[in-house]
């Protein structure tokens, strides 16, 4: 894994792209001299991208802010933010593979040399501030977690499609969510190697790109057995868009938590702040008169099916997945018929033959449908083990989080 370069890979895939290009266009009789002026003419350039094979459609506009290729088959664009498509999960096995992984950017994805990298634990909740270097954490006994991560606003659009009232943010569908295998080290193990002290209240990675994205977590989550900091992703080097050279995994929490391109963290006796745990990620609204910090997701659950797309009648076998931040998912029920009448889908064991069902993370599911031709809205409805479940609405919040009411999935069956 070491000396697997990610930044190197970008540049050579961007250099392939345009070579790419340039074959088609001489084969098509243009000149370089041409060639070159239509490169350097973004819009111009941008057209010539779209006759690129999917796999190679790294657009210049995309790479500004995100690195990997995200295919419109693949993801919905939302700037520098990149939207799974959940259609195009059917099929596919229990994990996100990391091309698929949706990607939420509050600047964009930053170039690190892991090889001038540190990651320094500090603060005055340590007694022996300590650096680490990539190699350092590579050689610390390495953990794996099979864990979501999602975004806070996950759903976020739904706010006005179904309750009437537009929340500020990226207008997520449900596609802000996917599941990996995450490896890394225990944050504890960091901490402890630093001499945490037992008056350290809270602990913040901050990220190095450019507005050092950094958020607070208590010292009890830190420590937790889960809480990484994490190297590896699906048995790759972390992406670069995903955090790389590391990021944090903290389970079950909004996905904010889980900082990328992690520098250092601080350890304080005293509460600490960040614009991300005061003026975001912090229910606004009528319901919430003390402004609630976010921690834990919800319970929530999605059709692998197009956003009001169509199927042919017959019997069908709908697919999806449900999850919660909480605990395992205990059921998840199905309406074909606008909520009159519910049925109990099949939890799925699908490719992970043992670990049939993994808390904070999904569980799919299917039912049989006979499906009559005709526009449905069909709903799943999700439960965990703790008794979590997804209500008909939510109280409305300013910046739209936590959206964890049964969506109404539009489809037509011709
Ligand atoms: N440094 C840094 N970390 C970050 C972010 C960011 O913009 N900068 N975005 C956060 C948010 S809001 C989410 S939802 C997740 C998304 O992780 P992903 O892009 O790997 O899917 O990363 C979190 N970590
Ligand atoms: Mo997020």
Same mark, same amino acid.
């Given at each position: ?177 996917? =599941? ?7 944050? !504890?193990?960091? @901490?402890?190697?630093? *001499? $945490? %002290? &037992? ?82 990620? =912090? ?7 003390? !402004?609630?910090? @976010?921690?834990?997701? *919800? $319970? %929530? &659950? ?113």
């Amino acid at each position: 894994m070491p000396g697997h370069n990610l930044k190197v890979e970008a540049i050579y895939n961007r250099e392939r792209a345009e070579r790419h290009i340039w074959e088609v266009a001489r084969t098509a009789g243009m000149s370089r001299r041409r060639f070159l002026k239509l490169m350097f003419s973004t819009g111009a350039g941008l057209t010539a991208m779209s006759v690129l094979p999917a796999g190679l459609r790294i657009a210049r506009a995309d790479h500004v802010q995100v690195v990997k290729p995200t295919p419109p088959e693949l993801f919905i664009n939302h700037g520098s933010n990149r939207e799974m498509r959940w259609e195009a999960m059917a099929g596919q096995g229990y994990y996100t593979s990391n091309e698929r992984f949706f990607v939420r950017n509050h600047t964009r994805t930053p170039h690190i040399d892991p090889s001038a990298w540190r990651l320094s634990i500090e603060g005055s909740g340590v007694e022996n501030p300590t650096q680490f270097t990539y190699d350092d954490l590579l050689a610390m006994e390495e953990m794996t977690e099979t864990k979501f991560i999602e975004c806070a606003g996950n759903g976020r659009s739904f706010f006005e499609l179904f309750q009437g009232r537009r929340a500020s943010g990226t207008q997520w569908k449900l596609g802000a969510i996917g =599941v990996a295998e995450w490896s890394g080290v225990r944050l !504890r193990e960091l @901490l402890e190697r630093a *001499g $945490v %002290k &037992s008056t350290a209240l809270d602990v913040m990675p901050k990220g190095l790109d450019s507005l050092n994205v950094r958020r607070p977590m208590p010292i009890e989550k830190a420590m937790g057995d889960d809480t990484l900091v994490v190297y590896g992703m699906n048995g790759e080097v972390l992406p670069q868009d995903h955090g790389y050279p590391v990021r944090m995994l903290v389970p079950g929490w909004v996905g904010i938590a889980n900082i990328k391109w992690v520098g250092s963290i601080e350890v304080s006796e005293s509460p600490l702040y960040s614009p991300w745990n005061t003026d975001t990620y =912090v229910l606004i609204g009528d319901a919430y008169p003390d !402004r609630p910090v @976010l921690t834990t997701q *919800g $319970v %929530k &659950s999605a059709f692998e099916l197009p956003w009001g797309g169509q199927i042919s009648a017959g019997r069908r076998k709908l697919t999806g997945r449900s999850w919660s931040g909480v605990a395992k998912i205990k059921q998840v029920e199905v309406s074909v018929d606008g909520g009159s009448t519910w049925k109990l889908a099949t939890l799925s064991a699908r490719n992970i033959p043992k670990a049939r069902n993994i808390p904070k993370a999904w569980v799919q599911w299917s039912i049989e449908w006979d499906a009559a031709p005709g526009q449905y809205n069909l709903q799943a409805r999700a439960t965990d083990r703790a008794g979590n479940s997804q209500p008909d609405s939510v109280p409305f919040n300013e910046q739209g989080y936590l959206y964890t009411a049964v969506v109404r999935h539009p489809i037509t069956v011709a």
